[in-house]
């Protein structure tokens, strides 16, 4: 896409494909600090903001690698830009000690992997749904971040500006995870104007630099952010620290503290983050559990079935982590059978099994070219009702 | 109505392209729903590549292709890949030149659009697919053919725009007398 000038938040209805979109939302939200490595099917992200960033006064760097990307990121994030990378499988294996450091250090950042098929550099061009398990524990320790799915190029718009929101609100690195189709396809999606978009900017301390606690949570577990050069003290160290950010490496309550808190300010606020769509749930016999692309060719199934008097429905995770155990949970007690076709050979699947009591679970994998068609998952519908 | 169109032939011939500005020109100058997906190799250039468009009057669910209305081909591997999987009562346009060796179908209707030699008439090669488009919009009427104009102009590089256009014409009057005899 051709564009010529410099407005951050590009206001109208434009034909794009889905790596595009992404990289809008990310200028809409504010981001101002790219730092990457092309990779396929992620290279339209880096191609359009190396052309855009220069235009809105933001920067972009391509790096060496993608651990070095990442690590620009934090350090950007750091300083207060909100900082984005985006990749695909390899470069998202390459990306994984440093997720951890900016789970450690709470930097907010946008990290988005337009999954193919791995594992290794399997197959570049194609689609996969095989890092869902890796966006969650593909670093080591204990920790949560977010994660996001989109369906659409629109949500490749919107949901990378949430993931922006979500980043800066829990200061933690939120993760959008696409796949190759939903990042290759062209698509109509709709720019509202600037004043219409929601934009959440992370919590400043309102203590004077004296007093301020770099590491001290509010009530909703969350540090105040002072950032490098706004004349707070502020540390960031991947070693369990207290609340002035100082190393304290042998403590048990310090490590308790910490590491509980940094799970517990996603956990506690799961119900505020977690998103979901439903789709003539209510009285579903035989639910269906997509995201992504794959969510598409299940709305389509779902509608079939429903033409032939099967009470049919989905439900679409926006949210892959934290997971939506609650709504799991709760149309397992209506659903007879849950369908849960996905892109690899059973990572969501294990996530909805864990919080389905007694309800049957069926598994639908497809790996390969193309992602399951709505036959057959309308097959499976037909042979669970 | 959904209408399914498959673009396929090798990377560098403008396959992915043509599928752009078809949706583009189905979804922003013609008001309808469209949506473009695309299937090529690590290759890229020279490797076999595929582009496909759903145009609908209804929101797309699935956004692939299951079973293409019509078929444009321009290489001889894609249509040995595809050209059986047209749907009944389908179309197919080919470009003879690229493909020498073509296999009785039946129930297909097909058109022989010289593309590439049209191109090089016209002293670029590289514009062998908006030939195509153009004969597309004259045999099929899927998209009407201001509309594809209007994408042709704004999706293809600056400076080339008159000689795509160009391009696009004389594919489309090549599509009518197609239709004609």
Same mark, same amino acid.
């Given at each position: 896409?051709?564009?010529?000038?410099?407005?951050?938040?590009?206001?109208?209805?434009?034909?794009?494909?889905?790596?595009?979109?992404?990289?809008?939302?990310?200028?809409?939200?504010?981001?101002?600090?790219?730092?990457?490595?092309?990779?396929?099917?992620?290279?339209?992200?880096?191609?359009?903001?190396?052309?855009?960033?220069?235009?809105?006064?933001?920067?972009?760097?391509?790096?060496?690698?993608e651990?070095?990307?990442?690590?620009?990121?934090?350090?950007?994030?750091?300083?207060?830009?909100?900082?984005?990378?985006?990749?695909?499988?390899?470069?998202?294996?390459?990306?994984?000690?440093?997720?951890?450091?900016?789970?450690?250090?709470?930097?907010?950042?946008?990290?988005v992997?337009?999954?193919?098929?791995?594992?290794?550099?399997?197959?570049?061009?194609?689609?996969?749904?095989?890092?869902?398990?890796?966006?969650?524990?593909?670093?080591?320790?204990?920790?949560?971040?977010?994660?996001?799915?989109?369906?659409?190029?629109?949500?490749?718009?919107?949901?990378?500006?949430?993931?922006?929101?979500l980043?800066?609100?829990?200061?933690?690195?939120?993760?959008?995870?696409?796949?190759?189709?939903?990042?290759?396809?062209?698509?109509?999606?709709?720019?509202?104007?600037?004043?219409?978009?929601?934009?959440?900017?992370?919590?400043?301390?309102?203590?004077?630099?004296?007093?301020?606690?770099?590491?001290?949570?509010?009530?909703?577990?969350?540090?105040?952010?002072?950032?490098?050069?706004?004349?707070?003290?502020?540390?960031?160290?991947?070693?369990?620290?207290?609340?002035?950010?100082?190393?304290?490496?042998?403590?048990?309550?310090?490590?308790?503290?910490?590491?509980?808190?940094l799970?517990?300010?996603?956990?506690?606020?799961?119900?505020?983050?977690?998103?979901?769509?439903?789709?003539?749930?209510?009285?579903?016999?035989?639910?269906?559990?997509?995201?992504?692309?794959?969510?598409?060719?299940?709305l389509?199934?779902v509608?079939?079935?429903?033409?032939?008097?099967?009470?049919?429905?989905?439900?679409?995770?926006?949210?892959?982590?934290?997971?939506?155990?609650?709504?799991?949970?709760?149309?397992?007690?209506?659903?007879?059978?849950?369908?849960?076709?996905?892109?690899?050979?059973?990572?969501?699947?294990?996530?909805?099994?864990?919080?389905?009591?007694?309800?049957?679970?069926?598994?639908?994998?497809?790996?390969?070219e193309?992602?399951?068609?709505?036959?057959?998952?309308?097959?499976?519908?037909?042979?669970?009702c | 109505?959904?209408?399914?169109?498959?673009?396929?032939?090798?990377?560098?011939?403008?396959?992915?392209?043509?599928?752009?500005?078809?949706?583009?020109?189905?979804?922003i100058?013609?008001?309808?729903? +469209?949506v473009?997906?695309?299937?090529?190799?690590?290759?890229?250039?020279?490797?076999?590549?595929?582009s496909?468009?759903?145009?609908?009057?209804?929101?797309?669910?699935?956004?692939?292709?299951?079973?293409?209305?019509?078929?444009?081909?321009?290489?001889?591997?894609?249509?040995?890949?595809?050209?059986?999987?047209?749907?009944?009562?389908?179309?197919?346009?080919?470009?003879?030149?690229?493909?020498?060796?073509?296999?009785?179908?039946?129930?297909?209707?097909?058109?022989?659009?010289?593309?590439?030699?049209?191109?090089?008439?016209?002293?670029?090669?590289?514009? +062998?697919?908006?030939?195509?488009?153009?004969?597309?919009?004259?045999?099929?009427?899927?998209?009407?053919?201001?509309?594809?104009?209007?994408?042709v102009?704004?999706?293809?590089?600056?400076?080339?725009?008159?000689?795509?256009?160009?391009?696009?014409?004389?594919?489309?009057?090549?599509?009518?007398k197609?239709?004609?005899?």
């Amino acid at each position: 896409m051709k564009t010529e000038n410099n407005r951050t938040v590009l206001t109208g209805t434009h034909f794009m494909n889905g790596d595009i979109a992404c990289a809008e939302g990310a200028l809409a939200a504010g981001c101002k600090f790219f730092a990457g490595y092309p990779i396929t099917p992620a290279t339209e992200i880096a191609e359009h903001l190396s052309k855009r960033m220069p235009e809105v006064g933001g920067i972009y760097i391509q790096m060496e690698d993608e651990i070095g990307s990442i690590a620009a990121v934090i350090g950007a994030s750091y300083t207060g830009l909100k900082a984005m990378t985006a990749t695909s499988g390899p470069g998202f294996s390459l990306m994984q000690e440093n997720i951890g450091l900016a789970v450690m250090t709470e930097a907010p950042c946008v990290i988005v992997d337009i999954m193919r098929g791995g594992p290794s550099t399997g197959q570049p061009t194609l689609p996969g749904q095989q890092d869902i398990m890796q966006a969650k524990w593909g670093s080591h320790g204990d920790y949560e971040i977010i994660a996001l799915a989109p369906s659409s190029v629109q949500e490749m718009f919107d949901l990378t500006i949430e993931a922006f929101n979500l980043s800066e609100t829990y200061r933690v690195p939120t993760m959008v995870l696409a796949d190759e189709v939903v990042g290759h396809m062209w698509e109509k999606v709709v720019i509202p104007p600037a004043e219409k978009i929601r934009i959440v900017n992370r919590k400043k301390p309102n203590t004077s630099p004296e007093k301020y606690l770099p590491y001290m949570p509010d009530d909703d577990l969350v540090p105040p952010m002072a950032c490098f050069g706004e004349g707070f003290s502020f540390h960031a160290t991947g070693l369990t620290h207290d609340e002035h950010g100082y190393p304290k490496t042998s403590s048990s309550g310090v490590q308790q503290k910490l590491v509980k808190r940094l799970c517990e300010k996603i956990r506690k606020n799961a119900d505020k983050i977690v998103k979901v769509r439903e789709f003539m749930v209510d009285d579903a016999e035989v639910i269906v559990v997509a995201y992504g692309i794959v969510a598409r060719a299940a709305l389509s199934a779902v509608k079939e079935a429903r033409k032939t008097g099967i009470k049919a429905g989905l439900l679409r995770p926006i949210t892959i982590w934290p997971f939506p155990e609650k709504l799991i949970a709760k149309i397992a007690e209506q659903a007879k059978k849950i369908v849960v076709p996905e892109m690899n050979c059973g990572q969501l699947v294990r996530e909805v099994e864990r919080n389905v009591q007694g309800t049957s679970v069926v598994f639908l994998s497809k790996l390969g070219e193309d992602p399951h068609t709505p036959m057959e998952i309308l097959e499976a519908i037909r042979r669970n009702c | 109505m959904r209408v399914e169109v498959r673009f396929a032939g090798f990377g560098g011939q403008g396959i992915i392209k043509s599928g752009i500005i078809t949706a583009a020109a189905a979804c922003i100058y013609s008001g309808k729903n +469209a949506v473009q997906t695309q299937s090529y190799g690590p290759e890229s250039r020279g490797g076999a590549c595929k582009s496909e468009v759903v145009i609908s009057e209804e929101e797309i669910d699935f956004p692939k292709v299951t079973s293409p209305d019509v078929l444009i081909v321009m290489s001889q591997h894609a249509y040995n890949e595809y050209a059986e999987k047209v749907t009944p009562g389908g179309t197919i346009i080919l470009d003879p030149d690229m493909i020498p060796h073509e296999k009785k179908l039946k129930n297909v209707k097909i058109f022989r659009v010289p593309a590439t030699k049209i191109a090089e008439e016209l002293g670029r090669k590289i514009i +062998a697919n908006i030939v195509m488009l153009g004969a597309f919009s004259a045999v099929t009427r899927i998209v009407d053919k201001e509309s594809l104009k209007k994408s042709v102009k704004t999706n293809v590089p600056k400076g080339t725009e008159e000689l795509n256009l160009t391009a696009f014409e004389k594919g489309y009057q090549y599509g009518e007398k197609l239709l004609k005899s």
